[in-house]
């Protein structure tokens, strides 16, 4: 199994190598940081994959000298693509066993990622994020960072991706996501396929969320297209274990491009006072 070399933080723009885990290719970036534990791993959203997120995870590192771990999900970038369509519990599925297969794989090389980690994830990724944190209680996670987290449906979320739907048939949309991934009709069609199937109206993490007992940051965007400020309300109730939540003005539902300065710096906090506690 080849493992990633450390990257150039200073470049925005980083190669990434490929592992393969449970028989699938997936595709990886990674930094080493010096000051050992908690390290990042960042899950990105419905159609995104780790080169989509640019340097961000890398500056975040840089500025914790934290140990790195970005990776798409299999279906999108570079990965393996998926062989069937997505069930309702498809998000369950990634966080009980694809998420600690990856890390108990690429733990062999990398073995920070079997010690505490901070998962920072982004939309679907924030949900698979708690979801991992709630059903795979011996994995070790020291807290969670939860960008325009989904915990259930709203009517914003399909009315969202119904215009994306549009945007992917009528715009440049299939063209810009043609630079990330091996194939992006498929990525598109299996993130909105299932968000958009009657049988996933129903979907609710919500139940879940009072296994989760390590500290979560929330941030949203006050113009968020794809949810509201409800599910921040809901993961408040719910976890058992502080929750701090960041709602941005002026932004849209990618808090680490519309707002970068203010949703980096909320992180690097965020860690640091994990860290204080861990120590």
């Known amino acids: 199994m080849a493992v990633p070399p450390r990257q150039d933080v200073a470049s925005p723009v980083v190669d990434a190598e490929r592992c393969h885990v449970a028989g699938a290719e997936i595709e990886v ?14 899950l990105h959203e419905g159609i995104g994959s780790a080169t989509q997120w640019k340097d961000f995870p890398f500056r975040v590192a840089e500025a914790l000298d934290r140990h790195l771990l970005v990776y798409s999900r299999q279906g999108h970038g570079a990965s393996s693509p998926i062989d069937a369509a997505r069930g309702p519990r498809f998000m369950h599925d990634e966080a009980r066993e694809a998420l600690p297969g990856l890390r108990e794989t690429l733990g062999e090389h990398l073995p920070w990622l079997r010690e505490p980690v901070v998962l920072v994830g982004h939309s679907d990724g924030a949900s698979i994020a708690l979801l991992h944190a709630a ?4 994995s070790p996670v020291a807290g969670i960072v939860a960008i325009a987290p989904h915990v259930f449906v709203e009517a914003e979320s399909i009315a969202g991706i119904e215009a994306a739907v549009r945007a992917f048939e009528e715009s440049d949309l299939r063209d810009k996501l043609a630079k990330y991934h091996r194939d992006p009709d498929h990525t598109f069609a299996a993130w909105a396929d299932i968000w958009l199937h009657p049988d996933f109206r129903g979907w609710n993490i919500e ?14 965007g006050r113009q968020d297209e794809y949810g509201t400020m409800a599910q921040c309300a809901a993961i408040v109730r719910g976890v058992d274990a502080p929750v701090d939540v960041l709602e ?15 949703t980096h710096d909320a992180i690097v906090s965020f860690v640091r006072r994990l860290a204080g506690d861990l120590s």
């Open 135 to 138: 059903l795979r209680p011996a």
């Open 248 to 262: 941005l003005s002026d932004c849209g539902h990618n808090p680490p491009r519309g707002r970068p300065d203010a």
């Open 29 to 42: 970036l990674h930094r080493e940081g010096g000051l050992g534990v908690p390290g990042l791993v960042f």
């Open 207 to 220: 139940a879940l969320l009072p296994r989760i007992r390590v500290p979560v940051l929330v941030i949203q």
